[in-house]
């Protein structure tokens, strides 16, 4: 039997069964609520570009699943259909970074969130914002 209303955790932890690159990524989910979570996640070497920094597209990702997260635990399937992101500080193999998505605007069919991104020291490396679609289906599990 399907659960009609599931649980916000319920809907985050389905979508990451099946989210190989945020398990690739080590993202931990610590928190997630309707329209706002928290993730965690360590870099490591192979995160690193040809600077020695992280790739920008680390930060990217892990406020992307923040984004997905975030947008689809109030019920409703959501998909991105905007983002971008401002990056202020380097990132360094061995940081912890904490994305933390909030919904700055709920709507019927869109929704805006904006990301962010601390190190473990909580200096913000960056900012990512998003939008989404929310679709009409409801999640079922």
């Known amino acids: 039997m399907s659960d009609k209303n599931p649980s916000s955790w319920k809907i985050v932890n389905a979508m990451m ?3 190989a690159f945020s398990q690739w990524l080590g993202i ?6 309707k329209g706002y979570a928290k993730l965690k996640m360590r870099v490591n070497a192979n995160m690193l570009n ?4 992280a790739h ?9 699943s923040a984004l997905a997260f975030a947008s689809n635990g109030h ?6 259909t905007g983002t971008s992101i401002a990056h202020y ?18 709507g019927e069919k869109v929704a ?13 490396v960056a900012t990512f914002f998003g ?11």
Not at 50 to 53: K, L, P, V
Request: aromatic share 8%; glycine share 10%; charged share 30%.
């Open 17 to 19: 069964e099946k989210d």
């Open 28 to 33: 931990e989910v610590v928190v997630v609520e």
């Open 50 to 53: 040809g600077f020695g920094i």
């Open 56 to 64: 920008g597209g680390i930060t990217y990702s892990l406020g992307d």
């Open 75 to 80: 019920g409703k399937m959501s998909v991105s």
């Open 89 to 106: 500080q380097q990132v360094q193999e061995g940081d912890t970074l904490t994305a933390e998505a909030k919904e700055t605007n709920l």
């Open 112 to 124: 805006h969130y904006q990301i962010s991104i601390k190190n473990q020291d909580e200096e913000v």
């Open 131 to 141: 939008s989404v679609y929310r679709t009409s289906k409801d999640w079922e599990l």
